[in-house]
């Protein structure tokens, strides 16, 4: 009877009723109440107390700003709140003071707009402060169905294999050097990721089964290998129906110097080599990307993202040449 007594006597005042329609809808300032309701700041928050007091409001400050919502109240209180917001649902009141907090929220979004119209391209430089990169990249896994198997060929000290495994792929990293495992092994476990399966292999054999990924990357590891071609033969293979092929490694070039002082066999390849090496693996699709070194370093010589589907249908014609099932040819680590 007394909790009923309390609930109604504080619904009874129509600036109250007001207060709280409003901060339903939306959590206000104190100044923003006073400019929807026309009142002083003395009324507002005389009236504010009382609804604070019956345990009706959340209340958080912000810098100078204290911000006021209503809370979600149960029981009783919850049963007459909703008869009153349903027998006043075409109050003119109310009405009105919907449309003047639809003109608060328009400036709080001007304020916005204004700020980045006066920021425009320098934002790059002041998102920085957020050091968001790594939440990003998780973010944008979300996209991409979770679970997803991918194989990282010829995985060096594993800078991919940690990245894909962070963001929750289910990761196999294929490299042909021990000592390159051992690296991607340390790197791994001292960023605490226990899921990413370490292989030693080939890239024109590799130590995994047909289908057994749904996708395959290369990242500069070709310009390594005796035979591109083969090696993108065995990414076909190990790619399931629909499953995805990506290269990424350089344009021909003329960097000498990059035989002696990285090791490399290939200078880059002609984009017409690398279609012919898609085509070849039965590769459908065929994305190239090219970008320019210039952005970069000019040492550097330009880099493609080649990317290719296999075909999404059973029995497309497939370029394994071990046969379904085909087990692994070397050793897992
Ligand atoms: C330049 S590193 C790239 C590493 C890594 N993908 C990255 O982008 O940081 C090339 C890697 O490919 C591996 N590799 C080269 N030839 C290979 C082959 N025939 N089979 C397997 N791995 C190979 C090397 O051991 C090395 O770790």
Do not use: C
């Not at 709140?81 to 003071?97: A, G, H, K, M, Q």
């Not at 709080?108 to 920085?128: I, K, M, N, Y």
């Not at 060929?153 to 495992?181: C, F, K, N, P, Y």
Request: glycine letters at 8%; a neutral charge; zero cysteines.
């Amino acid at each position: 009877m007394e909790s009923l007594r309390q609930i109604f006597k504080t619904l009874a005042d129509p600036t109250r009723l007001r207060l709280l329609f409003l901060l339903e809808r939306e959590e206000l300032a104190v100044q923003e109440l006073m400019q929807v309701l026309e009142m002083a700041q003395s009324t507002v928050s005389r009236h504010l107390g009382i609804l604070r007091d019956a345990g009706l409001l959340r209340v958080r400050r912000e810098g100078t700003f204290v911000y006021y919502r209503l809370t979600s109240a149960e029981g009783e209180w919850r049963e007459v709140w909703n008869l009153t917001r349903s027998s006043l649902r075409d109050d003119p009141t109310r009405t009105r003071d919907a449309a003047a907090l639809g003109a608060i929220l328009e400036a709080r979004a001007v304020r916005t707009r204004s700020w980045f119209d006066a920021v425009g391209p320098e934002w790059d430089s002041l998102r920085r402060v957020f050091h968001d990169d790594t939440q990003r990249a998780r973010a944008m896994t979300r996209l991409v169905p979770g679970g997803l198997r991918v194989a990282d060929i010829g995985t060096g000290t594993g800078i991919l294999a940690q990245e894909l495994a962070g963001a929750g792929l289910r990761v196999i990293a294929v490299d042909h050097s021990r000592r390159m495992l051992d690296a991607a092994r340390r790197k791994l476990e001292s960023a605490g990721i226990t899921s990413v399966d370490l292989r030693i292999g080939e890239v024109h054999d590799l130590p995994l089964r047909d289908a057994e990924v749904d996708a395959a990357f290369a990242h500069m590891v070709l310009h390594y290998v005796p035979s591109p071609a083969d090696a993108v033969r065995e990414m076909a293979r190990i790619v399931g129906p629909g499953g995805t092929v990506v290269v990424v490694d350089f344009v021909q070039h003329d960097r000498e110097w990059m035989k002696e002082k990285l090791g490399v066999m290939w200078q880059g390849f002609p984009m017409e080599t690398v279609r012919t090496w898609f085509e070849q693996a039965g590769l459908e699709g065929l994305g190239i990307e090219v970008t320019e070194s210039a952005a970069r370093s000019p040492e550097l010589p330009a880099t493609f993202i080649a990317t290719a589907h296999k075909r999404a249908e059973e029995n497309a014609g497939s370029p394994s040449r071990g046969g379904a099932g085909q087990q692994p040819k070397t050793t897992r680590q």
